[in-house]
């Protein structure tokens, strides 16, 4: 197990001749956020929903009792820690594989120690980091071991398990969700570096340890890394914001498209011009612009909006949606930004009405239920004499307006 917080410290302060602070490695030569994993559950920085007295993985670890758990949460929220944290506190073997790297060949080895684990009454818990990445077939071949107890799996995913772990799987598991770590919990995790490292207020000010904590996305692992980093970089001097700033770079947002975030940055942007928000709007677009995703999926959605969320209350939206596709196929990134803000505050602003909407989803059900109505005579193509005869168009007026006394539906239609 990796060693907890208040482990042998991985750099020890030095000085030299000019009184500058240097630092020299020890032999643990591992990264500091795989030093500073909590090895308790009390070490654990955020995720009370989970951790605190009463809730979930608390309640396992109290009663002894290990369960297979998908845990769900974005990188760096703990999932690992929590996983070898339960397998410690419940004296369970503790086996990892990544579903990057893994095969078959090494599922059928970590059931043979668990059967032999089993025999000797010891439980193995089974920790599958990115399950996602697994196939069908693959995440299969865990469920016999799981309905018998040869194994306790707990899984790890950034994806919504939904999509991502088959059902069967799922109906055997709990699923946990984990939330990205606030700014707080962040400046905690680095301040317990800190006081690990031995670095002082001096070495590291309040400032720095705010910065790492913004840049960090919410990821602890982010945080530490970029706080290694920039010790690396500082030469033993004041790590100061200018240092930070240059070990941090510029962090990627997390977006996958063809993930759910994807997903649910869209979705957070239609909701955002349903409800006339131009600031929602625009941050969440911007979020998309940035991230790499494709302008011309959101023009196509805006062109969506146009009818579906406006209509018949704005005309005109549908023509500037229109015109501000046009405009991203012919110019592209960047000068279409200019179309697509235009475009997004003219919808977020305008008058919302679901006539359009609600009138197609009304009559697509009666065509549906009703696929083969006869059209009624007086509003049949008569093109020969026969057809004329048998009343094909009889008393049909060609004029503007013109209101048959029969009406435009079918019998059966108009008697609904």
Known sequence: MPH???????????????????????????????????????????????????????????????????????????????????????????????????????????????????????????????????NKAQQDAFLPHVEAGTIILIGATTENPSFEVITPLLSRSRVLVLEPLDKSAIITVLERAAKALNLSAKLLPAKSIDLLAELSGGDARVALGNLQLAMDLSGGKVLSQEVVKTAAQKRIPGYDKAGEMHYNVISAFIKSLRGSSVEGALYYMARMLQAGEDPKFIARRMVIFASEDIGLSGNGSLSLAVATFQAVERIGLPECEYSLYHCAIGLARSQKSREVANLLSQYKTLAREYPDSPVPLHLRNAPTKLMKDIGYTKDYEWQANFQPKQGFLPTDVSNL
């Open 4 to 134: 907890g917080y208040n482990s042998v410290p991985f750099l020890t302060r030095q000085s030299c001749h000019h009184d500058v602070n240097l630092y020299t490695i020890r032999m643990d030569t591992r990264p500091l956020a795989e030093r500073m994993r909590p090895a308790t559950l009390g070490d654990v920085i955020g995720q009370e929903h989970l951790v605190s007295a009463g809730k979930i993985v608390h309640e396992i670890i109290a009663n002894n009792q290990p369960t297979s758990l998908i845990l769900w949460g974005p990188p760096g929220s703990g999932k690992t820690t929590l996983a070898r944290i339960i397998a410690t506190e419940t004296e369970a073997e503790f086996v990892e594989l990544s579903a990057v790297t893994a095969g078959k060949a090494d599922v059928v080895k970590v059931v043979g120690l668990a059967e032999q684990n089993r025999r000797l009454g010891m439980r193995t818990i089974l920790f599958v980091d990115e399950i996602h990445r697994f």
